[in-house]
C-alpha cells in the first residue's frame, strides 16, 4: 500500500483511492442523484444509490430466489 491519506495515514494501492478516501474528511459529496438529488462522496455509491429508483434488482438468493437492490443486503439475508 504506496499511497498514503495526508490526513489519517491509511494506506491504498492506488492513487484514485487515497482521492476519494480523502472525501470522508472533507465531506466533500460531489456525485448528485438526478432524480432525488442525494448526493455521494462515490460515482460507485451513487449507481447503487440509482437501483432504488429503477427497481432493479440484480442480486438473487440462489435459495429462495429472492432479489435484492444490493449486493449486501443479499450477503445480510443469506446468514
Not at 5 to 26: M, Q, S
Not at 42 to 54: C, Y
Amino acid at each position: 500500500r504506496r499511497h498514503r491519506c495526508p490526513t489519517c495515514g491509511r494506506g491504498f494501492k492506488k492513487l484514485v483511492h487515497v482521492r476519494n478516501h480523502l472525501r470522508t474528511h472533507t465531506g466533500e459529496r460531489p456525485f448528485q442523484c438526478s432524480v432525488c438529488g442525494k448526493t455521494f462522496a462515490s460515482g460507485a455509491n451513487l449507481l447503487r444509490h440509482q437501483f432504488t429508483h429503477s427497481g432493479e434488482r440484480p442480486y438473487q438468493c440462489p435459495v429462495c430466489r429472492k432479489r435484492f437492490a444490493q449486493s449486501s443486503n443479499l450477503r445480510q439475508h443469506r446468514r
